[in-house]
């Protein structure tokens, strides 16, 4: 692409949406035109994005008809299970954010960190992982090369934003005592409940699923064989993951700190003496995964656990949407 791109930003007024425009600010993502789209219940409302003004139109079929040449979705999944498609038919190069394209064989599941070059083949829709997976996946892949991965175990403690704003209201009215449920089955506030999305017959959630089969999508390998636990908590931003793995060949510990620290994307923080290692409330606003607790599994061969953190909105949403929209105008 040589000129600079149309751009369209698709429910730009949630969560991921607001913080998908103020991530394509501070990168400075540059485009001719921009439009940003919303369901009617927010077309109309008025956003700033550098300074200017952008009154949101309401997305209908025939929003694509404009010379769109990139559009970031970010509004759900039947929303981008019939849009998506609108768009791409019209020429549109497509980033979405929602669980509905991520396991379809004709579209792409992208971490740039981890497989840029997967954005090639797109035919029109590239599908930005789920926020659990991708700063799972930034960790794995090198250890991934380097010594070959037989198992993954994933536990997950999953912070309230990813719901959007209902979770964080729940998490806000919950720490001043009132037990809201307006997110969640259960209240948040003083509680762990394992269930994020909903329960499938196999007696997982959607969110553990997507993280087993979203992993060796990504890493192109379905002999992997991985299994997760996905819990959320009353912390309001970053998600942090216990990720215990078990390698086909042996490793050293300290090689595997240095090969991390080494690896695009991610941030060492491993000095448990001194009570450093990642923590969701220094992760918040950032867009690397840090690591630490790094330690040798002794009840395996070949085995090591990981503590992993990273703002779930920004890198596990946001930022990687706009990574993915820099690598298709290079
Ligand atoms: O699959 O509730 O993109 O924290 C991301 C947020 C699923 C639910 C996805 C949450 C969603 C998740």
Redesign the pocket.
């Known amino acids: 692409m040589n000129k600079k791109p149309n751009l369209a930003v698709v429910g730009a007024t949630g969560v991921v949406g607001r913080t998908l425009l103020k991530v394509l600010e501070e990168r400075d993502y540059p485009f001719e035109n921009l439009y940003i789209m919303a369901s009617a219940k927010s077309a109309g409302t008025v956003v700033t994005f550098k300074g200017k003004d952008y009154i949101v139109e309401e997305l209908t079929e025939n929003s694509f008809d404009k010379p769109i040449d990139i559009a970031l979705f970010s509004a759900g999944g039947s929303t981008s299970e019939k849009f998506a498609p609108i768009a791409a038919s019209k020429g549109v190069a497509v980033v979405d954010?929602?669980?509905a394209w991520r396991m379809n064989k004709e579209v792409p599941l992208v971490v740039p960190e981890v497989n840029p070059e997967e954005v090639k083949w797109n035919k029109g829709i590239i599908s930005n992982p789920?926020?659990?997976t991708i700063q799972a996946v930034v960790v794995l892949k090198p250890l991934y090369d380097k010594y070959g991965i037989k198992r993954v175990i994933y536990s997950t403690y999953?912070?309230?934003?990813?719901?959007g704003v209902k979770?964080i209201e729940d998490l806000k009215e919950g720490l001043k005592g009132n037990g809201t449920t307006k997110a969640y089955p259960h209240p948040i506030a003083g509680n762990c409940l394992p269930h994020?999305?909903s329960f499938l017959d196999n007696g997982y959630t959607?969110?553990e699923m997507?993280m087993i089969l979203e992993t060796q999508k990504i890493l192109k390998d379905d002999n992997i064989k991985v299994t997760a636990t996905t819990v959320?908590v009353p912390v309001f931003d970053s998600?942090s993951e216990s990720i215990n793995i078990e390698f086909d060949k042996p490793f050293e510990v300290e090689d595997i700190k240095k090969l991390l620290a080494e690896s695009p994307g991610i941030v060492l923080c491993d000095d448990p003496k001194n009570n450093v290692y990642p923590l969701a409330r220094e992760t918040a606003g950032k867009d690397e995964v840090f690591v630490g607790r790094i330690r040798r599994d002794f009840s395996v061969d070949n085995g090591i656990n990981l503590w992993v953190v990273a703002d779930?909105i920004r890198k596990?949403?946001a930022t990687n949407t706009v990574q993915i929209a820099e690598l298709l105008i290079k």
């Open positions: 954010n929602s669980s789920n926020c659990s999953q912070a309230v934003s990813g719901t979770g994020i999305d959607k969110e997507k959320r998600h779930n596990g949403a």
